[in-house]
């Protein structure tokens, strides 16, 4: 059997951009399987929804999210790429990670109250839109109903999908104050140039 030009001009291309050659992953050593390949850390909701909630309030990780909300990242892509990382290494199944995506966002938008930071579901939901002439009335009417979608969706996120002893450690939990606030008591000077006499 012949290979083609083009076969062979797609794989040079890939190998160029560093991509991997397509059934690659299936002469991988079967001794060192990827962690996602194993079997998972976490197969219980609720123990894999603690551990995301231990994460999630570590203080270095959460002062991180909360900075990231202030500038504008969605809740949702939070989310995303807090249970994404859990997949990757191995702590849940993709199946269990759609089922922990609500209680991730709950949990996210608390700190995000908590700490008195407005907060977006996507980044860039402004709200507000320009649409140019050239744009067809059929398209803006399915825009609108995917954003429909996502706003229910998002909205149906309530507090009972998180446990109550995950939302009273929520309340508990104190946020340290921002590098950004104005320090209340100033300190007085122990150097000698200061000293008065």
Do not use: C, H
């Not at 850390?41 to 270095?60: K, S």
């Not at 202030?70 to 990757?88: M, R």
Request: aromatic share 6%; proline share 6%.
């Amino acid at each position: 059997m012949a290979t083609s030009e083009k076969a062979i001009n797609f794989m040079q291309g890939s190998l160029e951009r560093g991509k991997a050659i397509p059934g690659q992953s299936l002469t991988n050593d079967p001794q060192q399987p990827y962690n996602w390949e194993k079997p998972v850390e976490y197969t219980n909701p609720r123990e894999a929804m603690l551990y995301v909630f231990e994460t999630l309030t570590v203080p270095e990780t959460t002062e991180n999210i909360l900075l990231s909300l202030n500038n504008g990242v969605g809740i949702i892509d939070i989310a995303s790429i807090t249970l994404y990382s859990g997949f990757l290494e191995g702590k849940w199944s993709p199946d269990l990670m759609l089922l922990l995506m609500e209680p991730t966002m709950y949990m996210i938008m608390a700190l995000a109250e908590k700490a008195d930071i407005n907060y977006s579901l996507e980044a860039g939901d402004d709200g507000v839109q320009e649409v140019s002439p050239e744009f067809k009335i059929a398209d803006l009417n399915d825009k609108i109903s995917i954003q429909d979608a996502k706003l229910k969706a998002a909205q149906k996120a309530s507090p009972q999908s998180v446990p109550q002893d995950v939302r009273e450690i929520i309340e508990e939990t104190e946020l340290s104050p921002s590098l950004l606030e104005r320090v209340k008591e100033q300190t007085q000077s122990k150097s000698l140039l200061g000293r008065e006499e």
